[in-house]
């Protein structure tokens, strides 16, 4: 069994900054990728961030770029996303997506909100 954990989610202002944290466990052997996607109200699902985990390699969604970066803990199974200047086009759950050879896992989603 896998379980994604995410945490960090809340309500922040405009301008602000928030780091997510996922911690995958279980049978995570050859993980490939853990990364974020982000649902808003009435919109699909979208990628946000994803790093590889061997070299560690990261790729960003166009909207977050420069203002959102994210890191890995390989010891702990962890994924952070910290995200800086943050917007109110941001609101979302989050979504942690950890990719391994075993197959594709989610995590239950944290809400983040960005007031005005």
């Known amino acids: 069994q896998v379980q994604v954990v995410e945490s960090g989610g809340t309500l922040v202002q405009a301008g602000g900054s928030l780091r997510l944290s996922c911690t995958a466990s279980?049978?995570?052997?050859?993980?490939?990728?853990m990364g974020w996607f982000r649902q808003a109200p009435g919109k699909e699902r979208e990628f946000v961030a994803r790093?590889?985990?061997?070299?560690?390699?990261?790729y960003y969604a166009d909207s977050v770029k420069g203002r959102f970066t994210i890191s890995r803990d390989s010891a702990k199974n962890t994924v952070y996303l910290q995200m800086n200047s943050l917007r109110p086009e941001d609101t979302a759950v989050y979504y942690c997506?950890?990719?391994?050879?075993?197959?594709?896992?989610w995590g239950q989603g944290t809400q983040v909100t960005v007031s005005s």
């Open positions: 997506n950890l990719q391994t050879r075993g197959g594709n896992y």
């Open positions: 279980g049978r995570t052997f050859s993980t490939y990728y």
């Open positions: 790093i590889s985990w061997s070299p560690g390699n990261t």
